[in-house]
């Protein structure tokens, strides 16, 4: 998956890139990157011919100073 920020929902710089999840808590710091937006984008999907279990998320928690 890839974080994404923005200050005006318009213009977009990525902050973490190609990062794999893990089943359990992922915990993803943006280092103090100024934003008023976040985006996560999944950069990966199910094959055809897989019983693998779609991606998900029950949860978001984000932190600001």
Excluded: C, H
């Excluded at 974080?3 to 902050?15: H, I, K, P, T, Y």
């Excluded at 973490?16 to 943006?30: C, F, Q, W």
Aim: aromatic share 8%; hydrophobic share 40%.
């Amino acid at each position: 998956f890839t974080v994404e920020a923005s200050s005006d929902g318009q213009n977009w710089r990525e902050l973490v890139t190609d990062a794999k999840g893990a089943a359990g808590d992922n915990i993803v710091s943006l280092n103090g990157s100024p934003a008023r937006y976040l985006r996560l984008r999944l950069s990966g999907g199910l094959s055809a011919d897989t019983d693998e279990i779609p991606w998900s998320m029950r949860q978001l928690k984000v932190f600001a100073q």
